[in-house]
């Protein structure tokens, strides 16, 4: 009795130090989970996380609009005040976008491009919403003191707007929005 006595506490101490590396793996992986899934730099969703999402919800058919967007002039900002203002940049206008429709539904795609996911927005209100977003990343500069007047140039499509519809339609419909919307302010510069 006394030895089975003490190879069951042996088994129940291989037990616990077992379970004790598990949960020591589990929360290492949530961790590198979240740092796939988050941009460094601005705190918002990383364009893995960003594409799986928009994915999972064209997947199950979500009525929902995409916004893709392109920062104005950050190449700019990086040549004449420097990397690190290019950064502030980045940084506040994702800011706005995460305070705005939460950092879920925003990610960054790489460099100074952004996507944004708008569950249960018609085209029109996801419009109505870029515009009120212009207006406060505005303000959030000012008091930030962000030497960048932010400009953004966007497109947006909605799923309902196409027959069918895949995650490479809807950005390539974005893209095309987006550089019309950039090119006509170029023109309007000139």
Do not use: W
């Not at 705190?43 to 920062?71: A, F, H, P, T, W």
Request: hydrophobic fraction near 35%; aromatic fraction near 6%.
């Amino acid at each position: 009795h006394a030895v089975k006595m003490s190879l069951l506490e042996l088994y129940e101490r291989g037990y616990k130090d077992l379970e004790s590396k598990l949960e020591q793996s589990n929360r290492s992986l949530g961790e590198l989970k979240d740092e796939a899934y988050t941009d460094a730099l601005t705190g918002v969703s990383s364009r893995r996380y960003g594409l799986l999402r928009l994915g999972k919800m064209v997947e199950e058919r979500k009525s929902l609009s995409v916004c893709l967007i392109d920062l104005d002039g950050l190449k700019e900002v990086n040549d004449t005040q420097g990397h690190q203002e290019g950064d502030r940049y980045l940084a506040g206008v994702s800011h706005v976008l995460a305070a705005f429709f939460g950092s879920k539904y925003v990610c960054r795609l790489g460099g100074d491009e952004f996507l944004v996911i708008m569950p249960d927005q018609t085209e029109e209100e996801a419009l109505a919403q870029m515009e009120k977003v212009c207006g406060k990343m505005d303000v959030h500069f000012q008091k930030m003191r962000i030497p960048v007047h932010p400009s953004i140039s966007y497109g947006v499509v909605e799923t309902g707007s196409l027959p069918v519809c895949s995650v490479h339609d809807l950005l390539e419909l974005a893209d095309g929005k987006m550089y019309d919307m950039k090119n006509r302010r170029h023109k309007m510069r000139q």
